[in-house]
């Protein structure tokens, strides 16, 4: 791999590992600290690698580099506490120790880190920023397009954020007790938030982000990998993780332009990744609590049997109902409705679709527009063109602008 290729690729990788390790070994409250230790040591990666090529072990070379840009600002600071500031005691946790950057370090404060940022006090929007900052690398830029926003919101929503934690004193560490299973769900609920906003990417340029879906996914295995936390409702959420994956290679084609379902090409579909789903669904089901984690899973286990039967449908109109009375929300009761045709047919499905009265959901209107399309194709158009007007994506009106050309 060149250097113009590699550096951004470590970038990605080893920049939250440093910045993580770093944020563990000062505190959460100098995040900034670690975050300009880790920039100083990519940014002489840069300098020193342009003029004398790549070294053997590039890796090894930027932790090296961390470890000895820490040392420098730890001796910086206790010159500066010793003859400058005295009477100021220094907030900086000053740890002679070397810099812990093995596997397991990092895996460990990685753990303790989500946890960290996945605090109640600060909002969920917040949460996925600083997990996708610090625990998955991601520029500023690249936070700003996924909430489809601009760099100025996104820092000040990341300084308020570090400020809370702050002034909440939260600890990098795993909480004690029973706690961990409290805050589990917090983590749970950024880690399927973080997915969702790759998998239904709302960017004007992708379909979907595989980037952000694969970082939800590793950061879940890391759940899964730990005694601690490796708990029935994780191993569901990876499982429905799994199982959506699979079908990446077919959910757009040669154009970027998305493929719904019933038009995917199956053979695509990555049947590792399906066996995968199966099996951490298996362990998930051996557990006596069922999460809403366990109901998506089995709906997506049942999508990925292409074959349109009434026993596939019955089942998932059946896990449906169930997951809306533990967990309701508006796009799980559009889904229902779909299923509900499927099994009893449209008709029956019109009359559960309008008392949901979404109006100001495209998703609501391309429903109805599917399922008229058989009763009165006028009311069918007249649903997608509502549908069309209300899509802020161009992925979207595509999809819509095709259903109707169809259609019509």
């Known amino acids: 791999m060149q250097q113009q290729e590699l550096l951004p690729h470590l970038f990605r990788t080893e920049f939250r590992k440093i910045v993580t390790v770093l944020s563990r070994h000062f505190g959460i409250e100098h995040i900034e600290v670690a975050e300009d230790i880790a920039s100083e040591t990519f940014l002489s990666a840069l300098e020193t690698w342009t003029y004398n ?17 820490t040392k420098n600002f730890l001796a910086r600071t206790t010159l ?116 969702n906003e790759g998998y239904y990417s709302e960017s004007n340029d992708a379909v979907l982000r595989e980037d952000l879906c694969l ?34 290679p077919a959910r757009k084609n040669g154009s970027g332009q998305m493929v719904l379902y019933k038009d995917q090409d199956d053979s695509l579909w990555n049947q590792e990744l399906i066996a995968r789903g199966i099996y951490f669904l298996k362990q998930a089901s051996q557990g006596e609590k069922f999460s809403k984690y366990h109901l998506e899973a089995s709906i997506a286990y049942w999508h990925t049997i292409k074959a349109d039967t009434n026993e596939k449908w019955m089942n998932i109109l059946q896990l449906y109902n169930q997951l ?68 802020q994506t161009q992925t979207d009106k595509q999809t819509i602008q095709i259903k109707m050309n169809e259609l019509a």
């Open 53 to 69: 090529g790549l070294p053997e072990n590039p890796t090894a070379w930027l932790y090296t580099v961390a470890k000895n840009k």
């Open 80 to 195: 500066f506490d010793q003859t400058i500031a005295k009477s100021i005691a220094s907030s900086i946790r000053i740890d002679e120790t070397e810099l812990d950057l093995s596997d397991k370090n990092i895996t460990d404060s990685q753990l303790q880190m989500l946890f960290a940022v996945c605090h109640p006090s600060i909002s969920t929007e917040a949460q996925i920023s600083l997990a996708l900052r610090i625990l998955c690398g991601f520029g500023i830029d690249e936070i700003a397009n996924a909430f489809l926003t601009n760099r100025e919101t996104i820092n000040k929503r990341l300084f308020r954020a570090k400020e809370k934690l702050r002034l909440e004193k939260v600890v990098i560490e795993f909480p004690l007790g029973e706690e961990i299973n409290n805050r589990l769900e917090t983590v749970l609920t950024t880690l399927y938030l973080l997915y």
């Open 215 to 248: 970082e939800a996914m590793r950061l879940n295995y890391l759940l899964i990998e730990n005694e601690q936390t490796n708990q029935h409702s994780v191993n569901a959420l990876f499982s429905l993780m799994c199982f959506h994956s699979s079908r990446f």
């Open 324 to 391: 809306l009375m533990i967990s309701y929300s508006p796009i799980a009761a559009l889904n229902r409705t779909f299923a509900l045709s499927k099994v009893y047919g449209d008709q029956e499905a019109i009359g559960e679709a309008e008392k949901l009265q979404l109006t100001d959901n495209h998703y609501y209107f391309i429903l109805l527009g599917e399922l008229y399309k058989n009763i009165d194709k006028n009311k069918a158009m007249e649903y997608l063109e509502k549908a069309h007007s209300l899509a």
